[in-house]
């Protein structure tokens, strides 16, 4: 009687159950807001950047859409400062979520993490402000002139997709020591913090990219 009657509904009630709640961890994962609203953790991270977030708006794309560009999820300006939201890979995909502010000469004002989903006491170490601070002040300039990066040795071909990925990141690293900016990343968290390293590389590319816009306006 229980396997004829009980056994399918619930069988297929705990399938039901399983399939939202990936689809739900999925679009949290995923989610990127569009609408143009200011989130409180964006409130929070202009606040940690510029002393408020008073000011700032989404920027828009002309067709009415929130304004990205590669590897930016938004663009928030009070006109004269500029911030960029990005998520960036840090040991996991899409670990870290990022804001960073930009000046008007075109250099950082600051980092902040709004997020990091990285393991716990590891990569979390990129939101010591110890990490961070080193960025403020960096230009476009002194990032592409520390891109000097070697090869990755030729053992990570026998090596799993992980290990490939941690060479990857590690011989970027330290092709940063050369001229120019020279990131000193967190011991033991060097995923994460060549992830923000990447997240303001990324801010950087894309304020220098505003700029060009701006002056074919005019």
Known sequence: ???EKIKPPL?????CIIACGLLVAAYEATYVDTSGIITDKLTEGLTELYGSAEGFEMLKAPDGSVLTYEGVDSVLSDGT???FEITADGYSSGGLHLLVGITPGGTVQGVSLMDVSDTPGIG???QNNSFLSQFSGVSLDS???SQNVSTVKSRAVWGTHKEIVRLTREAELEGSSGSGFSLDAETGATLSSNGVYSGVRTALAAYESMGSI???DE
Do not use: Q, S, Y
């Open 81 to 83: 400062n500029v911030a």
């Open 1 to 3: 009687m229980f396997n």
């Open 214 to 216: 701006k002056e074919g």
């Open 124 to 126: 979390t170490r990129v």
């Open 11 to 15: 069988v297929l009630t705990l399938i």
């Open 143 to 145: 990032i592409n002139a």
